[in-house]
């Protein structure tokens, strides 16, 4: 029991220690020994008792015949750009191990050829290689093992990679291209070239998804891609978010951006991808906008172009959850008059998200009613509708305010109209009667005063109250 239980110590600990990631290191060659001295010119070491030609700075030219007792070549800071194996290998028959290190080596310009057939481990690493020949590999039948870490390889071809022989492929530290085109990592059948990239666990992405993951990430562009077929739209994975450390598969936040802009459609689509967060739908013909309050997929959607339709009414967007979410919102180029100006203003102020709303080339009407409460809206929010100057009267609101700017307008242009003063208002003729009445009776009041002090006779109307 006891023995069981420590065995299983040893064994954690050893794991511990050595994390099975690490074990291809185990016989990667050393470089840096040597890095300091700064003479420049091919220099090599040969260890017969190992096989092993170490090599700095290129080959010493006695090599490039006498090769056939080295089995392991390791060649540090290759001096040229470029490396062509069918002609530096020409006179190593028995090489079982070749390891390119350092230096400035972009390009392999020939596939090995027949005779390095019998190079079980390939390295190359820490170069700035990018550039492989198509079937490099191809005549390498022994080939079990293929170091290509530190490199700068961007994109990976299954074809030249995927050779019979191979157990073994690591890529840590190239700058891969997370794209569809990376789909073939997720093969994990046996013999597929996904199964034996041994580190691909480790492998992150280059821009635009600079330092995820990359299995995750190229999981969701498949994923996305497999959606959008569903649609009649074009997708993209714009943004994924996600910290570079260690364990954040699960962290990782997908944003897709979805395009159905002139597709002619008549309403909002009522399926989109999971994560969809950017979407287009300029230039259709949509005049509804009730999925967004009622169909889920749109839940994530914060950014939404509706410019180019036939929408007359917001009012179905009043006290949706969507609203207060929103990051932008484009209406531009619709056919609104008006907007519910309290309930919007109600929800910017409390959608701390919003940070743009396009209103502008609609048709909207300009009376005292509407436009006083909409003049004070577009004011008030004038840092987020980033097209007020777009925002004017319609054609149609009368003569001299027509095509206005709908913030400049005065608001006694909107409010007195023309007509409203020649003609005078029935109020005011009662308050002109009421007003000359008063006199009448002032003036009555004073004549009765001024009789009675003369004549001492009551006026009329006195003599008659009982
Ligand atoms: C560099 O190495 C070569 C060959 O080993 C030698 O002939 C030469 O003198 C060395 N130069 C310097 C500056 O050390
Ligand atoms: C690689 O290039 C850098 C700069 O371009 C240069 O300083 C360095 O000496 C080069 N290394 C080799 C091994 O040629
Ligand atoms: C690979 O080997 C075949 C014969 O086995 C030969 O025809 C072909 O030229 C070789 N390819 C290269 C790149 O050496
Ligand atoms: C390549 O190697 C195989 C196996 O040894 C041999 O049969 C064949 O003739 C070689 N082909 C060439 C073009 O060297
Ligand atoms: C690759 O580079 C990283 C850091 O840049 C380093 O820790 C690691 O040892 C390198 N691996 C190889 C195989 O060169
Ligand atoms: C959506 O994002 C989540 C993580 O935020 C991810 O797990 C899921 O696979 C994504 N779905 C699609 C279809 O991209
Ligand atoms: C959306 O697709 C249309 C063509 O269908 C294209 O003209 C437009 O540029 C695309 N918009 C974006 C933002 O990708």
């Avoid at 064994?11 to 511990?16: N, R, V």
């Avoid at 420049?40 to 056939?68: I, M, P, Q, Y």
């Avoid at 039948?141 to 290509?148: A, D, E, I, R, V």
């Avoid at 030249?160 to 190239?174: A, R």
Wanted: proline share 4%; with cysteine.
């Amino acid at each position: 029991m006891w023995k069981t239980l420590s065995y299983v110590y040893l064994i954690t600990f050893y794991f511990w220690m050595n994390p099975p990631f690490s074990l291809a290191n185990k016989n990667e060659e050393n470089c840096e020994l040597r890095q300091t001295n700064s003479n420049t010119s091919a220099e090599c070491n040969f260890e017969e008792h190992d096989h092993r030609l170490v090599c700095f700075h290129g080959l010493e030219d006695k090599w490039k015949t006498g090769g056939e007792n080295v089995r392991t070549l390791v060649i540090c800071y290759w001096p040229m750009t470029t490396f062509d194996p069918q002609d530096v290998l020409q006179g190593f028959s028995t090489l079982k191990k070749l390891t390119i290190k350092n230096g400035n080596l972009t390009k392999l310009t020939s596939p090995f050829s027949n005779e390095s057939r019998s190079i079980e481990k390939l390295e190359v690493t820490g170069t700035k290689l990018k550039e492989l020949p198509e079937n490099v590999f191809i005549n390498l039948s022994n080939l079990k093992t293929l170091n290509f870490r530190n490199n700068s390889l961007s994109e990976i071809d299954v074809e030249t990679f995927n050779i019979p022989s191979l157990h073994h492929v690591y890529l840590f530290g190239n700058p891969l291209k997370c794209t569809e085109n990376m789909k073939w990592i997720l093969n994990g059948e046996k013999d597929s070239l996904g199964h034996k990239i041994a580190d691909k666990e480790h492998l992150r992405c280059t821009v635009p998804y600079d330092g995820r993951a990359l299995i995750p990430v190229v999981e969701i562009i498949n994923t996305l891609k497999e959606e959008c077929t569903k649609t009649v739209c074009e997708c993209e994975l714009v943004y994924v978010l996600g910290n570079g450390g260690k364990h954040i598969q699960k962290q990782l936040m997908a944003f897709a951006s979805v395009n159905c802009s002139h597709r002619g459609l008549t309403e909002m689509p009522n399926f989109l991808p999971a994560n969809t967060t950017t979407l287009y739908l300029i230039g259709n013909k949509i005049q509804d906008l009730k999925p967004l309050t009622t169909n889920p997929v749109y839940r994530r959607v914060e950014d939404l172009y509706l410019d180019d339709n036939i929408i007359e009414s917001i009012v179905q967007l009043e006290g949706s959850s969507w609203v207060d979410r929103f990051r932008l919102l484009s209406l531009r180029g619709n056919k609104l008059t008006d907007l519910p100006t309290y309930a919007l203003q109600n929800v910017l102020q409390h959608n701390g998200n919003a940070v743009r709303l396009y209103l502008g080339k609609n048709p909207w009407r300009c009376d005292c009613l509407f436009t006083p409460g909409f003049q004070e809206l577009l004011i008030r929010y004038t840092s987020l509708i980033k097209d007020i100057n777009d925002v004017r009267c319609s054609a149609t609101s009368g003569d001299d305010i027509s095509d206005r700017i709908v913030k400049d307008l005065r608001r006694t242009e909107i409010c007195v109209s023309s007509d409203e003063n020649s003609v005078i208002h029935p109020l005011d003729i009662l308050n002109i009667i009421l007003a000359i009445l008063i006199f009448l009776i002032i003036g009555k009041l004073l004549y009765d005063y001024w009789s009675f002090k003369k004549t001492g006779k009551l006026p009329w109307i006195v003599a008659k109250i009982p």
